[in-house]
């Protein structure tokens, strides 16, 4: 059993949504706790596959971007403040993107290869969300923001970056892989994705006490 | 091939790099949109609370002014009337008569003495000023001038009429009033001619007296200039203009502008 350093960020993530439970439901966040759940869990078991006689671990990070994308629109849908139509038109594209991601994985690039198609356009998703969240916490709201203390801010932030990252180079995943792109003896997703793990659920903590905080003030 | 793999990784970093870039540029432009927005919005807060305190400055002138002014007319106008009045009932008294005409001179003086009390309270009431529009205030201040016979005071009104603000409308009134003031006590005319005109975006009023003129500029650097400074100052506080034309000897007219809110 192995437990990458990475995770040890992403397992305090969690106990950290968990400690600032109300505060994350104040600011209706709460989907992040089964979303960690699964992160968690997903990259145990991603890590690990070879411990459950597996052969790849494509299966698992396929099935977690199944499982994760409705929580991930949730919470990007909550942090849009959507009113009347926006609503509306915001859950039919995502319902449409849950759809593509399905047929992709039922049938198109398959269970056991891995659902890059679904990446991209998860990524372009985050992206835009994260891009149209930012936007309108800045020019919306009348009031000047702090965004050093607005936990919204930080992970719209996160969430923009870590897309901008993966688009590419889990885009690329299997290119690189079968190319063998490596950088210092790394391949390319191992030599740059631990650290952006770690200063996303970093961010993501950092949030989440800011959250609760703000309960508390 | 190692060349090939090489410029595959190196066009793949640079890539994220840029979009990396991009992105912490696009959070940058949102930091200084947001610092800018608070500048702003500083700016705002200042200009009102500055705004406010001018505001209450320019009352508390125009409240002193009021006093200044009840205690005048009271002096000149009713107290004289009531004098008169007491003289022709000591006549009365000292003759041990019943005269009627004496009796009806007295009974004038008396009922002269309460319009001229009545005409103060209208002229001050600032809400009998919120009932009526600001050509009637003007209007009215203009037949208490004539009533004192001294002036001939005039009005013409051009113009559709358009609503003002009440705080508005008591500002430009008292600018009015203090206008009438300073041609009353300095200029010796014989002749008040205002004119209100309704345009399409301002409200221009313009007061011309026939008196002595003088040097607006020299008269606004001196201390007695005060009430010309005030005039000019409260156009500027609710948003508007405030002219003096005049020349020694060639009578002097004020004109007001303000923009409709």
Redesign the interface.
Known sequence: MHIAWFEYFQIACLVVALYCFRGLRACSLLAFIPLLVIVNVTEFTGINYRMFGWESNYLTYNLYLLASTPFYFFIAGKMLFLTGKETFVFYTVCILCMILISVNFFFIQGQFHFNTYSLVLFDIMTIVFSSLSLVRLTILDQQELNFAREPFFWINSVNLLFGLITLVILGLQEYILINHIEIAHKTLYNAIMPSVNAIVYAGYSYAFILCRTQRIR | MQDT?DQ??FT??A??II??F???L??VM??Y???K??QM?KEQQLMKATFEKQLLESKLEIQEQTFDMISQEIHDNVGQILSLAKVQLGIMEQRHTFEEDLVSNVKESISQAMTELRDIAKSLSSERMQLLSLPESIAQEIRRINRSGIIKATVSVEGVEKNIPDQQKLITFRMVQEGFQNIIKHAGASEIKVSIRYLEESLHISIFDNGAGFNPEEELKKREGLGLQNILRRASLIGGKANIVSRPGEGTTLEIQIAYA
């Open positions: 793999k595959v990784i793949i970093v890539v994220i979009l990396l991009l992105g912490v696009f959070l949102l930091f949109y947001n610092n927005k608070g919005s």
